[in-house]
């Protein structure tokens, strides 16, 4: 149980353009869902808390309108990278918490973003 | 504002040797303390965690790690490693106030030679 999906697992991008990271939990309802990012060989920087039915809660330095976030159902949350430059390539990984459980995560499987 | 301390940033061990990763955070409030670790090209698994009671807990494959409140430490241990626990290791700390938001440490790069 408690399993996380993300997709796509890979994406490149033109610079410019925009994508957008989709992270599930699939076997279990998640109000909260954290989005981080990581740098190679370095740890988890945590970008922003996505709360289900209101807006995301953004760390600080992080633009909150380059890095949108959606999350619209207790299963479903989304990351919208806009306007993708060379300088957001970087692996993107979200972690859900189980509804009324609090302290847990499980985390996806990242998804590597390219911006060329 | 919290934050978490790894001071090892590259172990390389032989096999059979014991293993301590230190971990510092700072925080004057409640904590809870994890341990997660990340294999090559796999995502990120709770190793362990402590939220209250016994201080020394066990957590999966033989690792345990100790919550020493003075010290504000929680330093990972494992008597005998493996070569399957190559992997980067990450010391986490969540704050009873920030709800579940957790910080990560920088992480520390295991290496073990067979």
């Known amino acids: 149980g408690a399993v996380v999906s993300q997709h796509p697992s890979r994406v490149i991008c033109k610079s410019g353009t925009s994508v957008k990271i989709e992270c599930r939990s699939l076997d279990f309802q998640a109000t909260t869902m954290f989005w981080y990012r990581q740098f190679p060989k370095q740890s988890l920087m945590l970008m922003a808390t996505s709360n289900e039915g209101s807006k995301a809660t953004y760390e600080q330095g992080v633009e909150k309108d380059k890095f949108l976030i959606n999350h619209a159902s207790l299963t479903l949350s989304t990351l919208t990278v806009t306007s993708a430059h060379p300088e957001d390539s970087s692996f993107y990984i979200c972690?859900?918490?189980?509804?009324?459980?609090?302290?847990?995560?499980?985390f996806g499987p990242g998804t590597r973003l390219t911006v060329t | 504002a919290q934050s978490v301390s790894q001071h090892n940033h590259h172990v390389i061990l032989s096999e059979a040797a014991s293993l301590e990763l230190g971990c510092n955070y700072s925080y004057g409030g409640t904590v809870n303390l994890f341990w997660y670790v990340q294999y090559p090209g796999q995502h990120l698994q709770l190793l362990l965690k402590?939220?209250?009671?016994?201080?020394l807990v066990k957590g999966i494959k033989g690792f345990e790690a100790e919550f020493i409140k003075s010290k504000f430490s929680f330093n990972l241990r494992k008597p005998s490693v493996q070569w399957s626990d190559t992997a980067e290791y990450f010391c986490a700390v969540n704050a009873y106030s920030s709800a579940s938001k957790i910080i990560f440490g920088s992480g520390t790069r295991l290496s073990i030679r067979p």
């Open positions: 972690s859900a918490n189980p509804s009324g459980v609090t302290y847990e995560q499980y």
């Open positions: 402590y939220f209250s009671g016994d201080p």
